[in-house]
């Protein structure tokens, strides 16, 4: 069992920045590829970004590329995800979540993560 907690939204003008960060508990972290969702009110929940076990992937949604990253660090069970240059339609609930996985492909099929965690709100005011 893996447990994910995720800190660091909250509300932003546009043009803004923020780091949500994911910490990890229970499992190896270093075995799994990581991920980032958001889920808008009433539209299904999308990849953002993911990033492999070993950081040599890191794949991005075309709507968040050169203004998203992704990044981890093993040896503090955590991935971040620095997000600048906010536009109001990237508000949403951001999700963190983890597949086990050993090889460097990402999936952007939510349905093919295992583990999540609750969410934070990202809000970004026009």
């Known amino acids: 069992q893996v447990q994910l907690v995720e800190s660091g939204g909250g509300l932003v003008q546009a043009g803004g920045s923020l780091r949500l960060s994911c910490a990890a508990s229970g499992r190896t972290f270093s075995n799994y590829a990581m991920g980032w969702f958001r889920q808008a009110p009433g539209k299904e929940r999308e990849f953002v970004a993911g990033?492999?076990?070993?950081?040599?992937?890191?794949p991005y949604a075309d709507s968040v590329k050169g203004r998203f990253t992704i990044s981890r660090d093993n040896a503090k069970n955590t991935v971040y995800l620095q997000m600048i240059s906010l536009k109001p339609e990237d508000t949403a609930v951001y999700y963190c979540?983890?597949?086990?996985?050993?090889?460097?492909?990402?999936?952007?099929?939510?349905?093919?993560?295992?583990?999540w965690g609750q969410g934070t709100q990202v809000t970004v005011s026009s």
């Open positions: 979540a983890a597949r086990q996985f050993p090889g460097i492909s990402i999936s952007t099929n939510k349905d093919q993560w295992h583990y």
């Open positions: 990033i492999s076990w070993s950081a040599i992937n890191t």
